[in-house]
């Protein structure tokens, strides 16, 4: 790597990605190719641009397609590269290993753009892992790639970004992106001198940020153990991706649309055998949603998919005004339905009475129990 390696831009470009975070990344260096079109602009970082995708249609491909007169569409993995054709690849969100054969065919490496600031969340779902564990600060690293394993290579430059209030994954996606877009053109303005700093990750302090399945446990709300806030950061982290799910009594149900829980900070459930259990659930409707008791609050939730999807007010007509279900509750496990502490009526209270009555003749008398 870096032999016969030109010293500064512009640079011939190969560029990596498929979806929704690689668009903008792709689309920065596009007008940086475009500005070698332009009078007097002589600070353009791309002379040269071409694009590997996936087979399968996706943003990126969409993108090449529209600006065919300015981009070669390459498609993973039957590429016809030679050492030498380009200076330097770029990699976003591409979700491929690349060979080492093909990463010493650029002379100044490859680099790939990350949503996190590794070491931290090393992995395919950066962004998702990072709302769910609550980090207050975020950002993107430029690192060089290499073989066999994602995300390990050096740290060639680095910003941070701050989380916003309430944010979701796909919100937080299109801010790293952008991020992300401006990075890489600022890395490739003054590339020869960020290689001579770069920093190798720490791997003793790396987390990891594997793809999150349908089946994954994280989508199950445990309604005894986690807090308004841990279940709030589980829909902003995944409802982008799958839906967060429950059981209600013993129907397998899927939770969407919750509500914004600075909204329901003053609720309280009225009913104190339901609000001492977590799962306890109720109909609200001058805010129009399902109200859930969890280990230290309320959650609401707007929209609820038994079979197909429901309304809060559906659902509640379906199933929370039933007198049997009452107090059935939300758990992340099937339940049978509970029952509510009820006082003995008279008729009950004379039968008991008449029941140990005869006991005590029993026991006084010497006879068996009967």
Not at 46 to 59: A, F, G
Not at 76 to 100: C, E, Y
Not at 295 to 313: E, F, M, N, Q, S
Request: with cysteine; proline share 7%.
């Amino acid at each position: 790597m870096y032999r016969n390696a030109k010293h500064g831009p512009p640079w011939k470009v190969l560029f990596f990605g498929t979806d929704h975070f690689s668009l903008p990344i792709l689309k920065a260096l596009h007008v940086e190719l475009l500005k070698k079109y332009l009078p007097f602009r002589t600070d353009s970082v791309v002379s040269r641009l071409e694009v590997v995708t996936k087979s399968s249609p996706n943003d990126v491909s969409r993108f090449v397609a529209e600006n065919s007169t300015d981009l070669v569409h390459h498609v993973w993995p039957d590429l016809d590269i030679t050492p030498g054709k380009f200076d330097v690849g770029v990699i976003a969100s591409f979700g491929k290993l690349i060979p080492k054969k093909l990463i010493d065919m650029f002379p100044r490496g490859i680099l790939n753009v990350h949503p996190s600031l590794l070491p931290r969340w090393r992995g395919c779902a950066p962004i998702p892992y990072t709302i769910l564990a609550g980090d207050q600060v975020t950002g993107v690293t430029i690192q060089q790639i290499r073989p066999h394993r994602f995300d390990v290579g050096p740290i060639v430059s680095q910003t941070k970004v701050r989380l916003p209030p309430a944010v979701t994954s796909l919100e937080l996606c299109d801010l790293l992106s952008m991020e992300g877009a401006n990075l890489i053109v600022e890395t490739l303005r003054d590339l020869q001198h960020l290689e001579d700093v770069e920093v190798d990750q720490d791997d003793e302090s790396a987390t990891y940020a594997p793809k999150i399945h349908s089946t994954d446990v994280r989508l199950w709300i445990d309604w005894n153990n986690e807090t308004c806030k841990q279940i709030d950061r589980k829909f902003r982290a995944l409802q982008d991706l799958h839906d967060i799910k429950s059981y209600f009594g013993d129907l397998k149900v899927r939770l969407r649309n919750p509500v914004p829980m600075q909204d329901l900070w003053w609720y309280t459930l009225r009913d104190k055998y339901m609000a001492s259990r977590p799962g306890s659930a109720v109909y609200i409707k001058s805010k129009g949603c399902v109200i859930i008791q969890c280990k230290d609050g309320l959650v609401g939730i707007r929209d609820v998919v038994v079979k197909k999807p429901l309304t809060a007010i559906s659902f509640h007509n379906g199933y929370l005004s039933k007198p049997e279900l009452k107090y059935t509750r939300f758990s992340n496990t099937k339940l049978v339905e509970e029952k509510a502490l009820q006082i003995p009526n008279r008729q009950d209270c004379v039968a008991m009475e008449k029941h140990w009555h005869l006991q005590l003749m029993r026991l006084s008398s010497g006879l068996p129990d009967g």
